[in-house]
């Protein structure tokens, strides 16, 4: 759903603005990780309010060096700019991209053809034993891998005499 945010009115009617265009106006400025989230604008005085994810390493002096860039050609388009820096701290909430790469994967693909040709060939049960032995390995492994397991594994080396 496109939200479009109004901008002025003229002789000829009301301007909007789509919010989304002025992100994607506003990201092209930036290089990634940088991203406006948010844009929302003030029909009484034209103030464009931008909301811009940054990391959390990011210099002052890098930031005042963007935002001023902005400011200076979006004012020319007649807005006035106000810039709200929020950190960057993981992955937004509801990003698919994790789940995109994670599908885009041959691995995945291969290991669901081999669960499907397993189903089709040996029935529903050899499935649920297969994953029931499959998801038991991937656990001990898991905590083998945790400091736990790390703790459990030098007590049998040394036990061993290693």
Same mark, same amino acid.
Do not use: H
């Given at each position: 759903?496109?939200?479009? @945010?109004?901008?002025?009115?003229?002789? +000829? $009617?009301?301007?909007?603005?789509?919010? =989304?265009? &002025?992100? =994607? #106006?506003?990201?092209?400025? #930036?290089?990634?990780?940088?991203?406006?989230?948010?844009?929302? +604008?003030?029909?009484?005085?034209?103030?464009?309010?931008?909301?811009? /994810? /940054?990391?959390?390493?990011? =210099?002052?002096?890098?930031?005042?060096? @963007? =935002?001023?860039?902005?400011?200076?050609?979006?004012?020319?388009?007649? #807005?006035?700019?106000?810039?709200?820096?929020?950190? &960057?701290? $993981?992955?937004?909430?509801?990003?698919?991209?994790? @789940?995109?790469?994670?599908?885009?994967?041959?691995?995945?693909?291969?290991?669901? #053809?081999?669960?499907?040709? +397993?189903?089709?060939?040996?029935?529903?049960? /050899?499935? &649920?034993? %297969?994953?029931?032995?499959? $998801?038991?390995?991937? /656990?001990?492994?898991?905590?083998?891998?945790?400091?736990?397991?790390?703790?459990? &594994?030098?007590?049998?080396? %040394?036990?061993?005499?290693?």
């Amino acid at each position: 759903m496109r939200v479009y @945010l109004f901008w002025k009115k003229t002789t +000829l $009617g009301g301007l909007l603005v789509s919010q =989304e265009g &002025i992100c =994607e #106006f506003v990201n092209s400025y #930036f290089e990634k990780p940088f991203r406006c989230t948010q844009a929302t +604008l003030s029909a009484a005085d034209g103030t464009l309010f931008l909301v811009v /994810a /940054a990391p959390k390493s990011l =210099e002052p002096d890098r930031m005042s060096g @963007l =935002e001023s860039r902005l400011r200076e050609d979006l004012s020319r388009m007649g #807005f006035s700019v106000r810039v709200s820096w929020v950190e &960057i701290n $993981g992955k937004p909430t509801g990003s698919n991209e994790d @789940l995109v790469l994670f599908f885009k994967q041959p691995f995945v693909w291969a290991v669901a #053809f081999a669960l499907f040709t +397993l189903l089709l060939k040996e029935g529903l049960s /050899a499935l &649920i034993w %297969s994953l029931f032995w499959g $998801g038991a390995f991937f /656990a001990a492994v898991m905590f083998l891998r945790s400091e736990k397991g790390s703790e459990l &594994i030098k007590k049998l080396r %040394s036990m061993a005499g290693r």
